[in-house]
């Protein structure tokens, strides 16, 4: 599988957006995340920002909802135009169905695990999703340590996707740069998050072609 890098703009300069979303035209996804002071303890962007990001960038935009209610929110943010909408268990009274309505409506369905949850419980469930977002810091804020305790987690979800024979990609979130991506990669994960890897950088296009490299190299099918 193609591995994709996912520059979140968490880390870019909110006042020079656009300036910023051009920088990361090597990446394969913008990863906008979205945060309500109420699921998690931050409170970042909501739907007129997204709404232009997705006019302004060629990239498909890859929502991660760290809000209440998806249910209500999540297809919002699909009419808006993002190409992939993540969520939470806890913000959901049903995901299968929330899952099953995103991709009715041409948007992809994507699962967030947080790191102190367990993924199994999402077994059964697998084929209802398109992607599995594993964070590995808690979410919340940009620009924290990587967990690498959550590889095994990576791992045991990989194993489960390739038993099935499941199309299920597996993106990790946090504390992704060039010296995590391989441990990331070889654990099975395709789909990176980078944020202060990228954009602490003066050169982004660099940045996500050396994580890209690290990644592919050292891939777990």
Known sequence: MDIRIAPSILSADFCNLERDLKAISAADLVHVDLMDHHFVPNLTIGEPVVERICQVTDLPVDVHMMLEDADRWAPEYA?????SVSFHMGATQAPVRLARQLRDMGCQACFAVRPAEPVEPIFDILDEFDMIL???VEPGFGGQKFLDNQMAKVRRLRDEISRRGAKTRIQVDGGVSSSTAAIVASSGADTLV???????TLDRTQAIV????????????
């Open 134 to 136: 594993i964070m590995t």
């Open 79 to 83: 009419k808006l135009g993002a190409s």
């Open 210 to 221: 050396d994580i890209r490299d690290k990644a592919q190299a050292a891939y777990r099918d």
């Open 194 to 200: 980078a944020g202060s890897a990228v954009y602490g």
